[in-house]
């Protein structure tokens, strides 16, 4: 890929995944500062990018349907790496796959965990494997996608913890690798991405721990 349009694609990438991140309007200020420092160095600590349009996201990977569909890959990651799958979610990664001309049936059966209310941990593996295989395909194409990824996906299974009151455990929150069943996919994606770093010369030795 030449210099020139990776670095578009690149920024288009970002933006596209901050745009299904932030579907919901909810955002950290670290979050806002991990964005200012990747997209805009020097440019603040407030500054909120624009959410990215479906036009916009088409005119950056026409003709490219390969790339695309990684495109689509990440999005669909980053919507279930919460272990939950929203409407705003799949308003946006729907808008995406028609701008794109990509086929949309890969999101129908996360769209049935909106319909019946429960996780997507209630709905076992049979359903949900399809998206698993197509996940797993995932490729990396561009550095500041990579380090993005290897910021947000944690290096340990997260969030295992006891919620007390009163001195008496009121409920224990299993960690993050039970909750969500795209769990292995995440990792598999965050292992990829220090890979592509590493053989692109990039010291990675502060993304490990």
């Keep these: 890929m030449e210099t020139g349009?990776?670095?578009?694609?690149?920024?288009?990438?970002?933006?596209?995944?901050?745009?299904?991140?932030?579907?919901?309007g909810d955002f950290s200020p670290e979050e806002q500062a991990l964005v200012t420092e990747l997209l805009h160095p020097g440019a603040g600590d407030n500054l909120h990018p624009n959410p990215l349009s479906p036009p916009d996201l088409a005119a950056a990977f026409d003709p490219n349907p390969d790339l695309a569909e990684d495109f689509l890959r990440t999005a669909v990651m980053v919507a279930v790496a919460d272990g939950t799958y929203s409407q705003e979610e799949d308003q946006v990664l729907r808008a995406f796959c028609a701008a794109l001309g990509r086929p949309a049936d890969i999101l129908d059966s996360l769209t049935a965990t909106l319909v019946t209310?429960?996780?997507?941990?209630?709905?076992?593996?049979?359903?949900?494997?399809?998206?698993?295989?197509?996940?797993?395909?995932?490729?990396?194409?561009?550095?500041?996608?990579?380090?993005?990824?290897?910021?947000?996906?944690p290096a340990q299974c997260p969030f295992e913890r006891d919620v007390v009151l009163f001195g008496r455990k009121v409920v224990h929150i299993p960690p993050m690798c039970?909750?969500?069943?795209?769990?292995?996919?995440?990792?598999?994606?965050?292992?990829?991405?220090?890979?592509?770093?590493?053989?692109?010369g990039e010291d990675v030795a502060g993304y490990v721990s």
Aim: net charge negative.
């Design 117 to 153: 209310g429960e996780g997507l941990e209630a709905h076992g593996d049979g359903p949900l494997n399809p998206v698993r295989h197509w996940l797993d395909h995932l490729q990396i194409h561009d550095p500041a996608v990579a380090r993005f990824l290897c910021r947000i996906i």
């Design 178 to 200: 039970k909750l969500n069943p795209f769990y292995e996919q995440v990792v598999g994606l965050r292992f990829r991405a220090l890979s592509y770093l590493a053989e692109q």
């Design 5 to 24: 349009n990776q670095e578009k694609h690149g920024t288009v990438w970002l933006r596209g995944l901050l745009t299904v991140a932030w579907a919901d």
